[in-house]
């Protein structure tokens, strides 16, 4: 028996309800309704709260309020509405961050937050209370769907939040694994060596999941088969959060650690977005958000089943109301539905960042992806990077494995085909650092679309 788990759930929820109005678990169990609603009582729903934020949005935040339209209109029609207000990039949020605030929220409510800003500067903003009660729902209702509650024990493959103390790092972690029944494992110290002591750690802790980064679950999953390692416990599952999970990284993770991955879609500025359900189907949280797709040049909504830019409406903000706001992943929307029950829109893909878009000379755009695949082509090359400068310059950075004589001219000549007169600079390096921001990148285009 897990007494945490059961302390947490019958005495520390009702107490936090108590005392200090916590709305997790009830904003959780309404959820848990609304996932029963028909499509067209989900939408119904999602307009009215979207109506509700634009009038607030018109009548309150200095960003909108010159914006032309009348509350009759949004109440009429609020997803044509919405259409009249402008898209909103990073950058905008960047340069004029007041004028999102709602004029009517004290200073003291506001929970301020930043990304880490893998682009360069990085971005603050604000949410209230309520929003991230709203988004820790999110997150609960689609753990329920693994049969995964919030006491459940779980191990997080994590970096160190912020740099603590001692005495500080001593007094997080004893809150973490009381009040929220986790231990982190310090994801950024992931050493062959570290590992067996991580597994004894797994073990003996045995959560009923894992959380983390794709990329680290995947790297840990490649050391464990490497060096022949097994947990010895059953996981109900693996959740992958906070970058794309590609399939062969998916493969990867289930191979090892014998259970379902779960893809968690969520942003920090933008909190959880959607859910995989076990169908495999990505689930968007229409209660809290709408979801637009956008053309990365034109920025106007295309079609279901093309690949765009991802813009958000995050209906639960009320404190810094940011709408139709560019997260800079794209990603496509699928018009079918699901077999699982659950009505809700789905993605049909979600394909990382914006910035792995390339373009031809004749303005086409194309996935990196096909970079990746050229390099698959080609045996000797161990590692890579294509940065496109412009439209008509890219440089190429290529780490050849030590065994191979294969001379990588077939790479090279396989991407100048794929972009007609695209000038390509080839460098030969021993080793290709990582990002600042910690990410690997294999492609990259550093100028923008529109
Ligand atoms: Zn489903």
Redesign the pocket.
């Known amino acids: 028996m897990d007494f945490v788990r059961l302390f947490i759930e019958k005495i520390l929820y009702p107490l936090m309800e108590k005392r200090r109005g916590n709305r997790v678990r009830e904003n959780t169990l309404s959820l848990k309704e609304s996932e029963k609603y028909t499509a067209a009582q989900l939408k119904e729903y999602q307009s009215e709260r979207l109506s509700e934020l634009l009038v607030e949005c018109v009548k309150n935040v200095p960003k909108y309020q010159g914006v032309a339209i009348s509350e009759k209109d949004i109440l009429y029609n609020p997803y044509e509405a919405l259409k009249k207000f402008p898209v909103t990039k990073k950058s905008d949020v960047v340069k004029d961050k007041e004028s999102f605030v709602n004029k009517t929220y004290a200073r003291s409510s506001l929970i301020e937050n930043n990304t880490g800003g893998s682009t360069g500067e990085p971005l603050r903003f604000y949410m209230d209370r309520k929003a991230v009660e709203q988004y820790e729902a999110a997150r609960f209702r689609g753990l329920s769907w693994y049969d995964i509650s919030f006491g459940s024990r779980s191990v997080m493959l994590w970096g160190n939040p912020v740099e603590m103390t001692k005495n500080e790092d001593k007094k997080y972690r004893l809150r973490e694994k009381y009040l929220k029944n986790r231990i982190m494992l310090p994801a950024y110290n992931l050493k062959p060596d570290k590992l067996r002591e991580y597994v004894e750690i797994i073990n003996r802790y045995k959560p009923e999941y894992i959380y983390g980064y794709s990329s680290m679950l995947d790297t840990m999953a490649k050391m464990f088969e490497a060096q022949n390692l097994k947990l010895k416990i059953s996981l109900k599952a693996v959740v992958s959060t906070s970058e794309t999970l590609t399939q062969e990284q998916r493969e990867n993770i289930g191979r090892v650690f014998s259970c379902s991955v779960v893809n968690e879609y969520g942003a920090r500025d933008a909190g959880i977005l959607a859910y995989e359900?076990?169908?495999g189907?990505m689930?968007i949280i229409e209660e809290n958000v709408y979801v637009e797709i956008l053309d990365p040049v034109t920025l106007k909504e295309i079609t279901d089943g093309s690949v765009g830019l991802i813009a958000v409406t995050d209906l639960t903000n009320y404190a810094m109301p940011r709408l139709r706001y560019i997260l800079g992943d794209i990603g496509s929307l699928s018009s079918d539905t699901?077999?699982?029950?659950?009505s809700s829109r789905?993605f049909s893909s979600i394909e990382g960042r914006e910035d792995a878009l390339l373009v031809k000379r004749d303005g086409t755009l194309v996935h990196g992806h096909i970079v990746n695949h050229f390099a698959k082509l080609c045996h000797g090359i161990k590692q890579f990077r294509f940065v496109q400068k412009s439209v008509e310059y890219a440089e190429l950075i290529v780490v050849k494995k030590e065994s191979e004589t294969d001379d990588c001219d077939k790479f090279v000549s396989d991407i100048k085909e794929a972009f007609p007169g695209l000038e390509v600079n080839v460098a030969i390096a021993e080793d290709i650092p990582a990002a600042k921001s910690g990410k690997m990148k294999y492609t990259i285009r550093e100028f923008p679309l529109n």
């Open positions: 359900c076990p169908n189907a689930h699901c077999d699982c029950g659950r789905l």
